[in-house]
């Protein structure tokens, strides 16, 4: 494929770009929406990437984590062995704690516990969580399984903005065909899980 310069012209005055292929596209598979639900399971096949959207999730309890798990048993158990890394970034309402941190008590090193992948959300009836969760390949029997998450909500303990970034990889050979999502404690109250695959 040749590289096509645009000399100062705007993209809507390009008429080709030469041969782009590979690109991949992205396929919606199924949207789950929560209504005091306990947790939030999906299935997943053979697609080479997964991308989950999260949209106005709402915890009936405060202080709660939104976390995920794997299953390469089709859901019969959520206990896949991660290692995983976790920071955020957040800053108050009224101006204070403008902080960038790493959270040791938040990653897992070698662990089958859920993944926490925000960080003590508020559940006052205006909060919400919004972000997205990539999975790569995880019907591989050769590799790990890397994931990617990046999130923004209302930090339970007062009015914070807090970003969440975690990421890593379910430390498994096994096909990961099931994963589910809930919350650290009490129930998702409200919003939707979008699911996407990718070619």
């Known amino acids: 494929m040749s590289l096509i310069k645009l000399n100062d012209r705007a ?3 390009v008429t080709q770009f030469g041969s782009i292929s590979s690109l991949g596209s992205l396929t919606h598979i199924s949207t789950a929406t929560a209504s005091a639900s306990a947790s939030i399971e999906f299935t997943l096949g053979d697609y080479k990437e ?3 959207f999260f949209v106005n999730i709402h915890p009936s309890t405060n202080n709660a984590y939104f976390q995920f ?3 390469t048993d089709s859901g019969s158990n959520y206990n896949v062995t991660k290692t995983t890394t976790f920071f955020n970034a957040y800053h108050g309402e009224t ?31 205006d909060s919400n969580l919004n972000g997205t969760l990539q999975v790569f390949n995880p019907s591989s029997t050769t590799y790990v399984k890397h994931f990617i998450s990046d999130c923004n909500s209302n930090h339970g303990a007062g009015n914070y903005c807090m970003r969440t970034f975690v990421a890593g990889y379910g430390n498994t050979q096994s096909a990961i065909n099931s994963i589910k999502f809930q919350m650290s404690s ?14």
């Not at 070698?110 to 993944?115: D, K, R, V």
């Not at 109250?189 to 070619?199: E, S």
Request: charged share 15%; aromatic share 12%; net charge negative.
């Open 69 to 71: 798990n794997f299953s």
């Open 11 to 13: 993209v809507k005055d």
């Open 186 to 199: 009490g129930n998702i109250d409200a919003g939707q899980i979008l699911l996407f695959g990718v070619n």
């Open 95 to 125: 101006g204070i704690d403008p902080t960038l941190t790493y959270q040791s008590g938040r990653d897992l090193a070698q662990s089958t516990a859920f993944q926490d992948i925000d960080y003590s959300q508020n559940n006052q009836s």
């Open 50 to 52: 997964y991308k989950f």
